[in-house]
């Protein structure tokens, strides 16, 4: 939970151009980096106005979801959640 704090608070105080940097580098989105349109998605989510909102949603899903956003379950996981 502390990476997704860290990232939250680097949104607020950082700004949104530079949180979205450090977001899209993770290694997760290396095939979505490579797509094509992959810049203009950028430019779609650089509109973004409020950014206090924004860190909530992204704070809110994290509690609800134990996970940071954009980070799936393993196989293992998700088995684990199903058969308890």
Known sequence: MLLINQELSSLVSCG???FLETWYSAKMWTSL????KFNSVVRTRSKHKDIKALAKVLADSRRETKAPVGRLETLEEAS?????
């Open 16 to 18: 949104l151009e530079c």
């Open 33 to 36: 980096r490579e797509h094509p």
């Open 80 to 84: 684990t959640h199903r058969c308890r």
